[in-house]
């Protein structure tokens, strides 16, 4: 399994950029091996934390290749004042059970 972590400081978001982040987010929900996602925001530097989580490299990259992926990226300079992205495989994953995650039931391990 994959994660991939979209962190950005927030610009002007248009009417544009709401269509688009939309049509984006249909997509990955669409696509074979899309197995959730997470949302951060933190309060003390602004900055926003998407975490999209993957079954596989090959699924992740149906996402990024997409042509509605590629015109966000194309104008993300209007939208955003910085980003990072983080792609990271995910070794394991574990919890008590308490709160909903995408992997709660997908992959299991010893606690690190």
Partial sequence: ???STFTFAKGDFDTAFHALDAEIAQ????IPGYLGEEAWENPANG???NVYYWE???ALQALVQHPSHLAAKMRQGQWLQGYQV???EVMRSYGD???SHP???RLSGDKA
């Avoid at 997509?27 to 669409?30: G, N, Q, V």
Wanted: proline share 0%.
């Fill in 56 to 58: 596989s490299i090959d």
């Fill in 1 to 3: 399994m994959f994660s």
């Fill in 97 to 99: 059970g308490n709160i």
């Fill in 47 to 49: 900055l926003v934390s």
């Fill in 27 to 30: 997509i990955a929900k669409s």
């Fill in 86 to 88: 983080v792609i990271a």
């Fill in 103 to 105: 992997l709660a039931r």
